[in-house]
């Protein structure tokens, strides 16, 4: 029986391991071979969050990217996170820019599977109710993820009940979205079996990081029990705090007696590929990571982390960075124990570090966490779990009733338009300026030109000619393949 892959490579394997840095050029470079090495679904950077980091930090057209994934990768299933927001810390953008957004990726092309999670914001009583009927409208997939933790409230029972409370929305499939890594052979051989019994049919995914190191052995363990598809990633973009490689999860899955349909022969050259790039523009090779279980502890993701240690170098007591993932834990019990996923991690390591540098718990609270406790976020916030104490303390204050004061307002299509540019506007260049409240920046990513181009294994004599133009001391190559020859002569002066 052949196992399912959904690769991760361009989307959480760069995000996981290069801050979401992957430039078109190098999905470009690979992006045909990825389509033909036999994925069942291939991850791709397509909503407003990576939207934003092209055009403000890699200079980059992203409606150029979502177009060149849709010419390159016609044959395979892409996928991406969506919902109803464009980026997770700020306000819900209009349904209307939702709807438009939305409809403009599927148009092109460039995205056949929306990817959700349903225990986190409250979706399942929320925006579920619009976002998935506008997502089969437009002929997508419907992926639903329950996210995993560990706390005393994120028991067997609460991921049965959740799997149960999907079903109507006649979910495609179904994964456990292991964000944190923090999965334990002993916790999947009691929790997959609950969520594959109460699934009704629907197929089961897993999706694990390798930050503990454990994730190539709970993905044996979930073939074991029943689960047919996993998410890895192409080394150099696998490993760390990504997900495990497609060679050693699908080598180790044979020895099981499960195939795959991966073509290894058109993988290898790919990941090379990769590889080269990623030394060339030095940027991280993915490594396997030394066990660490004071990410049980704690369950602050390797990303957050790494931002957290910039934040404190800046305020100089980067020192006390072991004190402030120990305030955490406090601080995630004090609210109830929400999901260490975005933004929920980022609120609590920025509180923990707040309590940590005035050395008072909670003497000055974000607004995050306030509109936390009112309930802004859904199932995870503001309910029974949380300590009451600290939430009547919150909710007493001036701050909280001045954000309970502000009513959002639902805009019209017709509305933004008139506000970014009017009528004459297309609508990509409508989004775009929406998603990045204006056109300078936009102006400032197209100023830096088209997007740098990487070798392919469709141009290779292009490349060859333009390494040749590098070394002008070398006057000639000849090539040779059978009775076939060419040479290449240098007739540029030295």
């Known amino acids: 029986m052949d196992i399912g892959i959904v690769d991760t490579t361009?989307?959480?394997?760069?995000?996981?391991?290069?801050?979401?840095?992957?430039?078109?050029?190098?999905?470009e470079a690979v992006a045909e071979d990825m389509d033909r090495a036999g994925f069942d679904v291939i991850e791709v950077p397509v909503i407003g969050v990576y939207f934003k980091k092209f055009v403000r930090d890699l200079k980059e057209d992203p409606w150029e990217m979502a177009r060149m994934l849709a010419r390159k990768m016609p044959n395979t299933v892409k996928s991406?996170?969506?919902?109803?927001?464009?980026?997770?810390?700020?306000?819900?953008?209009?349904?209307?820019?939702i709807e438009l957004f939305y409809s403009r990726v599927a148009e092109i092309g460039a995205l056949n599977r929306a990817q959700m999670t349903c225990n986190t914001y409250g979706q399942i009583k929320g925006t579920f109710s619009w976002t998935?009927?506008?997502?089969?409208?437009?002929?997508?997939?419907?992926?639903?993820?329950?996210?995993?933790?560990?706390?005393p409230r994120h028991s067997d029972e609460y991921y049965a009940q959740k799997t149960r409370e999907i079903l109507p929305f006649k979910p495609d499939v179904i994964y456990?979205?292991?964000?944190?890594?923090?999965?334990?052979?002993?916790?999947?051989?009691?929790?997959?079996?609950?969520?594959?019994?109460?699934?009704?049919?629907v197929p089961v995914e897993l999706h694990s990081h390798c930050t503990t190191g454990l994730a190539d052995l709970v993905y044996m363990e979930a073939l074991k029990l029943g689960v047919r598809t996993l998410h890895t990633g192409v080394p150099p973009l696998a490993n760390g705090s990504a997900q495990p490689s497609v060679f050693s999860v699908t080598r180790n899955a044979k020895l099981l007696g499960f195939g795959s349909r991966i073509r290894e022969s058109i993988l290898r050259p790919a990941s090379e590929r990769l590889s080269a790039i990623a030394l060339k523009e030095r940027l991280p090779i993915g490594a396997p990571l030394e066990y660490d279980y004071g990410q049980y502890?704690?369950?602050?993701?390797?990303?957050?982390?790494?931002?957290?240690?910039?934040?404190?170098?800046?305020?100089?007591?980067?020192?006390?960075?072991d004190e402030v993932l120990e305030e955490s834990v406090q601080v995630r019990k004090d609210f109830g124990y929400p999901i260490m996923i975005t933004p929920h991690s980022q609120f609590v390591v920025t509180q923990s570090a707040i309590n940590v540098?005035?050395?008072?718990?909670?003497?000055?609270?974000?607004?995050?966490?306030?509109?936390?406790?009112?309930?802004?976020?859904?199932?995870?916030?503001?309910?029974?779990?949380?300590?009451?104490?600290?939430k009547d303390r919150l909710l007493a204050t001036g701050r909280a009733k001045e954000l309970r004061a502000r009513k959002r307002r639902e805009v019209s299509l017709k509305d933004v338009r008139d506000t970014l540019g009017g009528p004459g506007v297309t609508d990509e260049e409508l989004l775009l300026r929406y998603i990045m409240k204006g056109e300078d920046?936009?102006?400032?990513?197209?100023?830096?030109?088209?997007?740098?181009?990487?070798?392919?294994?469709?141009?290779?004599l292009l490349t060859l000619i333009k390494e040749l133009d590098k070394h002008?001391?070398?006057?000639?190559?000849?090539?040779?393949?059978g009775g076939d020859s060419l040479t290449l002569r240098n007739q540029s002066p030295s």
């Open 10 to 27: 361009f989307r959480d394997g760069s995000q996981s391991l290069w801050a979401s840095g992957i430039h078109t050029g190098i999905m």
């Open 80 to 97: 991406c996170m969506a919902g109803a927001i464009i980026h997770p810390f700020e306000p819900p953008p209009p349904q209307s820019i």
């Open 132 to 151: 998935i009927p506008l997502f089969k409208r437009l002929g997508l997939q419907i992926a639903l993820a329950l996210s995993y933790t560990i706390s």
């Open 176 to 201: 456990l979205k292991d964000q944190g890594g923090l999965l334990t052979l002993d916790r999947v051989r009691t929790l997959l079996p609950v969520i594959l019994k109460h699934a009704g049919g």
């Open 297 to 321: 502890v704690h369950q602050v993701p390797g990303g957050v982390i790494s931002n957290l240690r910039h934040q404190l170098a800046e305020l100089r007591i980067l020192h006390r960075l």
């Open 357 to 390: 540098a005035t050395g008072e718990r909670y003497k000055h609270v974000i607004d995050e966490l306030i509109l936390f406790a009112l309930g802004a976020y859904g199932e995870d916030s503001g309910y029974t779990w949380m300590d009451q104490n600290l």
């Open 441 to 460: 920046e936009i102006a400032l990513m197209r100023a830096a030109g088209p997007p740098k181009r990487y070798f392919s294994s469709t141009t290779p």
């Open 472 to 481: 002008r001391q070398v006057r000639h190559v000849h090539i040779q393949r």
